[in-house]
């Protein structure tokens, strides 16, 4: 019902910035909110942030707090992840991801339905 389409990864120095983009389209695409995961090479998959379905609230890991911000288009068709102060331990694949009327309480991965293909964040020492 949902397709989500990461873009924005690349190679970044260490203390430098990035901004990662998911566009969602599909039926009710509204009623969606949508959280960033990530995963490093032998490690799970980690929550990184999320925006509630109504777009009104946000919330963002401690590992993270201060230098990423999740925000939306007012459409509710694209959620963004502003990276600064990007260090070498941030290095993963970048996933969104979606569930119908999420709530910021639902931060593990299995409670989100619709994922997109992951974008790759490399930061460099």
């Known amino acids: 019902q949902v397709q989500l389409v990461e873009s924005g990864g690349g190679l970044v120095q260490a203390g430098g910035s990035l901004r990662l983009s998911c566009a969602a389209s599909?039926?009710?695409?509204?009623?969606?909110?949508m959280g960033w995961f990530r995963q490093a090479p032998g490690k799970e998959r980690e929550f990184v942030a999320n925006?509630?379905?109504?777009?009104?609230?946000?919330y963002v890991s401690d590992s993270v707090k201060g230098r990423f911000t999740i925000s939306r288009n007012n459409a509710k068709t694209t959620v963004f992840l502003q990276m600064n102060g990007l260090k070498p331990e941030n290095t993963a694949v970048y996933y969104c991801?979606?569930?119908?009327?999420?709530?910021?309480?639902?931060?593990?991965?299995?409670?989100?339905?619709?994922w997109g293909q992951g974008t790759q964040v490399t930061v460099s020492s």
């Open positions: 925006i509630e379905w109504t777009g009104t609230n946000t």
């Open positions: 991801a979606a569930r119908k009327f999420l709530m910021l309480s639902q931060t593990t991965a299995p409670e989100y339905d619709y």
């Open positions: 599909g039926r009710a695409v509204i009623s969606y909110g």
